[in-house]
C-alpha cells in the first residue's frame, strides 16, 4: 500500500471514529428529551431491546453446544453491560451529559493506570484527580450528587464491561458472544423498563424514538468502530476513543442547550488528556467495541 493510500486510509479511521462517537452521543441526547415519556429505565429496556433484535439478525448465533464456561462468561458480560448502560442512563437524567461521560470514563481510566506500566502512569491519574477537583469546584455542588454516584458507578462497570467484553470475545466467534448478551441484558431490563414507563414504550412513536436511538447509539457506533480498527493502530484508536467526553459536552450544548462553566470545561480537557496518556501506558490490547454512551 502506498503512503498516500495509508495516509488515506487514517484519516477516513478518524473520521469513522469521531463520526461513530457523534452518532453515539446525539442518541444519548435524544434519549434524554424521550426521559419524561419513558423514563430512564424506558429507555434503556428500548435501547437495548432494540439493539439485540438488530445484532441476533446480524450475526444468527447458534446457542446448541455452548460449554458451561462459556454460558458463564456470556452471563457475566451481559449483566456488565446492562448495568453499564442502566446506571449511565440513570445518571444523564440528573446532571448533564458531558460532565457525566467525563466522571463515568474514569472507570476505565483507573483500569488503564493499573494495568499500564512506568512510572507515567502515575502522572496520568494525578491529572485525572486534578480534573476531578476541577469538575467539583465548578460544579459538584450544583450537580445532582445521586447523579454524580450513579455516573461513578457506570464507570466501575465500564471497567468490568472491559474485562468481560474482551473474556467473551475469546470464547465466541464474530458477534455471536455480543449478541447473546445483548439479548441476556434486554430480557434482565425489560420488565424494569416496562414498570417504570408505566407502558409508554409500547407507544408506536416511542418505539419508533427507541429504534432510532438504538441504531444510533449501539449499531452506526458499533459498526463504525469496527471499520475503523481495519484502518487505525489500536494505540491510535484507542487515544481518540479517550475524546468521547468532548463529544459528549458538544452533543450536550448542541442538542439540549446544556452549558458548561469554565471549570467544567477545563476539567472535561485534563480527564480527556489523562485517558489518552494512560492508554499510551497501558498494556498493549485490543480495544473492544463499545455499545454505552
Known amino acids: 500500500m502506498s503512503a ?6 487514517r484519516l477516513t479511521g478518524v473520521a469513522l471514529v469521531l463520526a461513530g ?19 430512564a429505565l424506558g429507555m434503556v429496556a428500548l435501547r437495548m431491546g432494540f439493539s439485540a433484535i438488530l445484532l441476533l439478525l446480524i450475526a444468527r448465533p447458534s446457542l446448541r453446544g455452548r460449554s458451561r464456561a462459556q454460558w458463564l462468561t456470556v452471563v457475566g458480560f451481559a449483566f456488565s453491560l446492562m448495568l453499564m448502560n442502566t446506571l ?27 494495568t499500564g506500566r512506568g512510572r507515567m502512569r502515575w502522572l496520568w491519574a494525578a491529572l485525572a484527580l486534578a480534573g476531578v477537583a476541577l469538575l467539583g469546584h465548578g460544579g ?3 450537580m445532582d450528587p445521586i ?34 448478551a445483548m ?16 407502558g409508554s414504550v409500547l407507544a408506536p412513536q416511542i418505539l419508533a424514538l427507541g429504534l432510532l ?26 487515544v481518540l476513543m479517550s475524546l468521547g467526553p468532548v463529544v459528549a459536552a458538544l452533543a450536550g450544548l448542541f442538542v439540549l442547550g446544556q452549558t458548561l462553566g469554565l471549570f467544567e470545561a477545563l476539567a472535561i480537557v485534563l480527564i480527556v488528556c489523562a485517558s489518552a496518556g494512560a492508554v499510551q501506558s497501558s498494556r498493549p490490547r485490543q480495544a473492544p467495541p463499545t455499545l454505552d454512551v
Do not use: H
Not at 440513570?90 to 493499573?114: F, H, K, Q, W, Y
Not at 462497570?157 to 473474556?167: E, G, K, N, Q
Open 88 to 114: 449511565f442512563y440513570l445518571a444523564i437524567d440528573r446532571i448533564p451529559l458531558g460532565p457525566a461521560v467525563a466522571i463515568e470514563v474514569l472507570g476505565p481510566l483507573t483500569l488503564s493506570v493499573i
Open 4 to 9: 498516500a493510500a495509508s495516509s488515506k486510509g
Open 183 to 198: 439479548t441476556i441484558g434486554a430480557v434482565m431490563i425489560l420488565p424494569f423498563g416496562l414498570i417504570a414507563s408505566g
Open 21 to 39: 462517537m457523534a452518532c453515539q452521543d446525539v442518541g444519548a441526547a435524544i434519549a434524554i428529551l424521550v426521559f419524561p415519556q419513558t423514563g
Open 140 to 142: 459538584w455542588g450544583t
Open 213 to 238: 436511538i438504538a441504531i444510533m447509539s449501539s449499531t452506526i457506533p458499533y459498526a463504525a468502530e469496527l471499520n475503523a480498527l481495519r484502518r487505525l493502530p489500536t494505540a491510535v484508536f484507542s
Open 147 to 180: 447523579g454524580v454516584l450513579l455516573a461513578l458507578s457506570a464507570g466501575v462497570m465500564w471497567a468490568l464491561y472491559i474485562v468481560t467484553s474482551a473474556r467473551t470475545g475469546a470464547s465466541f466467534q464474530g458477534l455471536d458472544g455480543l449478541a447473546i
